[in-house]
């Protein structure tokens, strides 16, 4: 069966800092794998997406994640963290079998200080 | 192009009633979906339409919930009588092959 963990629920950085936000899946298919952003009274939104291309995927706003079989993981990193990056994230997968039907993780909640 | 429209945005109701929830897909897009995110949990697929066909609808909680596409362009999802365990935020998103999803902005239902 299909499944996403998101390993935090709740993130806080100061401005200017690194983000990370963690993800493991698992999946018995080739999965795609992808992050979605949902700021506050806005839908979901595309970050980024793999689909069994370059291991490292660079998305919008200067978001980039690894996907990583070994370890099973998909974490969502930005080198400097922006008060408008300040939003609900969601790590996803889909698997080629499902006619791409989406599970969601859990989400991460982002925080960004002055 | 316009995107996935979604109606109302928020929606208060009494436990009972009827409510019906609109998604106006990105046009020719063949594939629709329904996403609910109940509060505190994961959202959770509902229901797949390829133009007006019902795909898959293994995540259809029970059959309070009725989704139609008739014509294949937009779809409305019924919820009657509604319970209170029904309150959440309803998305819809449409995708064409290998393009990836567009996501409504959601629809707000609270169950009173």
Same mark, same amino acid.
């Given at each position: 069966a299909q499944s996403v963990t998101q390993l935090d629920s709740h993130v806080s950085v100061s401005e200017g800092t690194p983000v990370l936000l963690r993800c493991n899946y698992s999946s018995s298919y080739s999965p795609s794998l992808f992050w979605y952003v949902q700021h506050p009274n806005k839908g979901l939104q595309l970050l980024l997406k793999y689909t069994s291309a370059a291991t490292l995927v660079k998305g919008i706003n200067g978001f980039e994640a690894e996907f990583k079989k070994s370890e099973t993981s998909f974490h969502l990193t930005k080198p400097s963290a922006h008060m408008s990056d300040a939003a609900e994230y969601f790590c996803v997968v889909s698997y080629s079998?499902?006619?791409n039907k989406l599970i969601f993780g859990a989400g991460t909640r982002l925080a960004v200080h002055p | 192009e316009a995107g996935v429209t979604q109606f109302p945005s928020h929606s208060v109701i009494e436990k009972g009633q009827t409510v019906t929830l609109r998604c106006d897909p990105?046009?020719?897009?063949d594939n629709l979906y329904w996403y609910r995110r109940v509060m505190g949990k994961e959202i959770k697929f509902l229901l797949h339409f390829v133009k007006e066909s019902?795909?898959?609808?293994?995540?259809? +909680? %029970? %059959?309070?919930f009725l989704a139609e596409r008739t014509g294949g362009t937009y779809s409305t999802l019924k919820v009657q +009588?509604?319970?209170?365990?029904?309150s959440g935020v309803y998305f819809c998103a449409s995708s064409q092959w290998n393009y990836g999803y567009t996501f409504g902005s959601g629809t707000r239902l609270t169950v009173v």
């Open positions: 079998g499902g006619y | 990105i046009s020719g897009h019902k795909q898959d609808e293994s995540g259809m +909680p %029970n %059959n309070r +009588p509604a319970e209170l365990e029904d």
